[in-house]
Nanobody
Framework: QVQLVESGGKLVQAGDSLRLSCAGS????????VGWFRQAPGKEREFVGV???????YYADSVKGRFTVSRDSVKSSVYLQMDTLKPEDTAVYYC??????????????????WGQGTQVTVSS
């Protein structure tokens, strides 16, 4: 049974850094694209970033240059390093695993396994 568990979310101030972790069990991350998505109140879930099976990374324009996705296959974990956080980054952050082709890698519908989410709140 595949299980993804996010951790690391908390209340921070604008300009701070935060690292989220996604721990996987029952899954080999290197065989999946592992993405990060977020959902703010009243908004749709949106793509944040992803590390592909081939270890390439892709980011939403809103976080490019501030967020970094990485993978530690030994620890079965994927991380989202978030720097220079802004109040508009406030959301519940989810990790997800899927096997979409690259052209669909930003589509949440292409991910079959999801974590429960972790809350990130950035105060101004």
């Amino acid at each position: 049974q595949v299980q993804l568990v996010e951790s690391g979310g908390k209340l921070v101030q604008a300009g701070d850094s935060l690292r989220l972790s996604c721990a996987g069990s029952g899954i080999t991350f290197s065989g999946y694209n592992v993405g990060w998505f977020r959902q703010a109140p009243g908004k749709e879930r949106e793509f944040v970033g992803v590390i592909s099976k081939s270890s390439r990374t892709y980011y939403a324009d809103s976080v490019k240059g501030r967020f970094t996705v990485s993978r530690d296959s030994v620890k079965s974990s994927v991380y989202l390093q978030m720097d220079t956080l802004k109040p508009e980054d406030t959301a519940v952050y989810y990790c997800a695993a899927g096997r979409a082709i690259l052209s669909a890698i930003r589509d949440p519908n292409m991910y079959s396994h999801w974590g429960q989410g972790t809350q990130v709140t950035v105060s101004s």
